[in-house]
């Protein structure tokens, strides 16, 4: 069974910083790539980051370059975000999520971690 | 960047019926589109890959067909458990990977 743990959210103010982690179980993590992507209160999907299974490649919606920071420790099997400079756009539920290398991307999800910028 | 558009932004039906659900992208993406089921106060979960594909664990009334720009999801028979919001995604072009804005099937 595949499994992706979301955690590190909560509730911080604009200017702050967070580092969500991802835990993932159930799969050959090595083998995957991983992105995170969040979901503002109401609102739709939005891809935020991804990096490529070896950790030698990241890439960052436009919305979040330069304040966020994607990483992976495959000896540990999580995924990071770094959130720098958090600003009440960026509150929402935030998933992290897996691929199949060149088969599809998002084939499973977590259940997500709440982040409210707020002051 | 390739945009994703859904239509209708809602749909209201009853249990039993058929359901369309269309997405089109400003570009081609060939076959690379995925669609994806979000339960109210759950994560999204795939349910088609390809276009076409079912993934893993997707009854067999959830049907995907299209290419190029235009795409479309089937429930052949809505159940209970359908009444959810779907999202169209493309993946042949990245970054960015892109969602639809969604489709609400709700009761009628």
């Known amino acids: 069974q595949i499994y992706l743990v979301e955690s590190g959210g909560g509730v911080v103010q604009p200017g702050g910083s967070l580092r969500l982690s991802c835990a993932a179980s159930?799969?050959?993590?090595?083998?995957?790539?991983m992105y995170w992507v969040r979901q503002a209160p109401g609102k739709g999907l939005e891809w935020v980051a991804y990096i490529r299974k070896d950790g030698h490649a990241q890439y960052y919606a436009d919305s979040v370059k330069g304040r966020f920071t994607i990483s992976r420790d495959n000896s540990k099997n999580t995924v990071y975000l770094q959130m720098n400079d958090l600003g009440i756009e960026d509150t929402a539920l935030y998933f992290c999520a897996k691929d199949v290398p060149d088969v599809v991307a998002f084939d499973y999800w977590g259940q997500g971690t709440l982040v409210t910028v707020s002051s | 960047e390739i945009v994703m558009t859904q239509s209708p932004a809602t749909l209201s039906v009853s249990p039993g019926e058929r359901v369309t659900l269309s997405c089109r992208t400003s570009q081609s993406v060939s076959n690379s589109v995925g669609w994806f089921q979000q339960r109210p106060g759950q994560a999204p979960r795939l349910l088609i890959y390809g276009a076409s594909t079912r993934a893993t664990g997707t009854p067999a009334r959830f049907s995907g067909s299209g290419s190029g720009t235009e795409f479309t999801l089937t429930i052949s028979s809505l159940q209970s458990e359908d009444f959810a919001v779907y999202y169209c995604q493309q993946y042949n072009d990245w970054p960015p990977w892109t969602f639809g804005q969604g489709t609400k099937v709700e009761m009628k």
């Open positions: 159930g799969f050959t993590f090595t083998s995957c790539g």
